[in-house]
């Protein structure tokens, strides 16, 4: 079960496989800065930067807020609450799982009405 | 699907919860539109487990599972997934009561917890509580920060980057 979880978490931690992305982490744990600020700081194009802070987003690592036409980045909740984070990502995966699940018990049950009669006792 | 529902199309979702009860327990809760003996049939045929056990949304895929629900019966389920080599889930079936109460080992490591799965119809649907009991508080938290095996080197790599960010953000 562990093992499988923290399959699941591989996407998060992709994001921290790269230089600038963990870069990134440490400037904002610093202060808050603009996507522009970022970029010009690891000198790079704007898209360039915002690829990077999206993939930091999706992973909760970092937030952004636009203001005016000024995104600003901060760290995300993840690092403060990683028990907390955790727990939600369990909560995802069952969660999905019982969704299927669901759809199982659906099908058994009209399997059941239908087989109903010569099957049960 | 139900009666008493006739207003709406499709039948509410349930809601999952999940929760850390104590330093060593995790217990997830779920209701389904069900009876229990159908649930639990969805829990201990593997043609079954299969189709729900591995949702799209992980971007895991199960690639084989094998779960022979008897006590001291064997569980095996292995998974794939695209960044890490194939892993595997496998312990052993200490309680089968049916329609009622499922209890397995979990036998990756020594670190593994105990779950108890409880199903309780009332009405015809099914209450579902997963219970898992972990050995140790340390083994739990250690679950949770992802601090033994499977991908050491990412989560070394977090842990620097958290004690970093942990001590610029202690001086502000």
């Known amino acids: 079960m562990v093992q ?51 993939v930091l987003e999706q992973a909760g690592l970092v937030t952004t807020e636009k203001v005016g036409r000024v995104r600003t980045c901060k760290l995300g909740l993840r690092r403060l609450e990683e028990e907390a984070a955790w727990i939600e990502r369990y909560h995802q ?26 099957k049960r006792e | 699907m139900d009666a008493r529902r006739e207003s709406e199309p499709t039948p509410m979702k349930n809601r999952t919860t999940v ?15 069900g009876p229990a003996r159908i ?9 079954l487990l299969k189709r729900w056990w591995a949702p799209k949304s992980t971007g895991v895929s199960l690639l084989s599972c094998e779960a022979d629900v008897r006590v001291g019966g064997r569980y095996r389920f292995e998974f794939g997934h695209e ?36 199903f309780e119809e009332k009405g015809g649907r099914t209450l579902l509580v997963m219970h898992e009991l ?19 080197e990412t989560f070394a790599q977090l842990d620097e980057l958290l004690v970093t960010l942990g001590a610029s953000v202690g001086r502000s």
């Open chain 1, 4 to 54: 499988y979880v923290r399959a699941c978490f591989d996407a998060s931690f992709a994001a921290l496989s790269d230089v600038t992305r963990r870069g990134v982490l440490e400037q904002l744990g610093r202060a808050d800065a603009s996507i522009t600020d970022l970029a010009e700081k690891f000198h790079m194009t704007l898209t360039g930067m915002k690829k990077h802070v999206g």
């Open chain 1, 93 to 118: 995966l069952w969660d999905a799982r019982f969704d299927g699940l669901d759809k199982v018990v659906e099908e058994l049950k009209r399997k059941e009405k239908v087989n109903g009669r010569k």
């Open chain 2, 19 to 33: 929760e850390r009860k104590s330093e060593r327990e995790l217990v997830v809760t779920r209701t389904f539109n």
């Open chain 2, 39 to 47: 649930v639990f049939e969805a829990w201990t045929k593997p043609e």
């Open chain 2, 83 to 118: 960044a890490s080599k194939p892993m595997a889930f496998f312990g052993r079936y200490i309680e089968v009561a049916p329609h009622s109460r499922l209890v397995w080992t979990n036998d990756e490591s020594d670190d593994g917890a105990v779950t108890t799965v409880t």
């Open chain 2, 134 to 152: 972990y050995p140790s508080k340390e083994a739990l938290d250690g679950a949770i920060a992802g601090m033994e095996g499977g991908m050491p």
